[in-house]
């Protein structure tokens, strides 16, 4: 199967367990997806391989930036009607707090859907949603090839 | 200094993530640093074409503009990322490394600025660029 048909396999059995599996990267970071209460929640598994700072410590920045990147893209694929797999065009990340070492969580929101461009906006926190660790902004292009 | 052997020891690799996505150092002067991404099947984000996920190479230019700031500082001090702006310009080559060089261009008493673009043979034909902001003599990461 092809990487889009697997998409449409998970999204149409409404299990994003095989999206996530298919995609090596998310599995090298520790990425989990599921609905919660009609929102896509994904979740970054604490793992010692994904600390940036030894000494405090806290995750690197560019672990938080995959995941609000990836909660970005699940979003996109999970909300549209026919599966594309969106590239992204730019990508701007907010450090706000340090991470912690413990689980880390994300949801992305689609504030512009058009037909080739779509603009979202994520946002990661870990004990306090109210306390986001980044926040992103994203735009992705979202024609088939 | 621009020959493009990896230098070990210089901390890079300490990084437990670093170490994990196996980032090398190529090269560092004051204010500019080069890393390098290999290749590796496990940071692959579309398996049908085998290009990498873009967020190992968020990470390496992540790690690369810490690395040039860390570079500019006369005195070593801890630093944390602010912001970074990625401009995503083309899909990395299946199989292939990606270099970043990355330059801290402005130093001011709090905070750092870097550019950076990460790229296979030559920057003239890049993968990714990006634009941070780093906080400098940040206290047990609270910002």
Redesign the interface.
Known sequence: MTIREVFEAAKAAGDLRGMLDAVPYTRFLGLDAEVQAGELITTLRYAPHLIGNPALPALHGGTLGALLESAAIFELIWRSETIVLPKTITFTVDYLRSGAARDTYAHASITRQGRRVANVRVEAWQTDRAMPVATAHAIFLVMRD | MSDNKPRPGRGIE????????GIQTVEIERGMAVLKLPYD????????TGT?????I??????TS?TAVFSALTQWA?I?????????LRAAEAGRDVLCRARCYKLTRNVAFTRAVAYHDSEDDPIASSAGTFMLHTK????
Do not use: C, M, S
């Open positions: 300490l990084v437990p993530h670093n170490h994990a996505l099947q496990k940071l692959v984000g579309n398996p049908d990498l996920h873009g967020g190992a968020t990470a390496l230019l992540d790690a810490g801890p944390a990322t602010l912001d970074l702006r990625i401009d995503y047990t990461g609270a910002k």
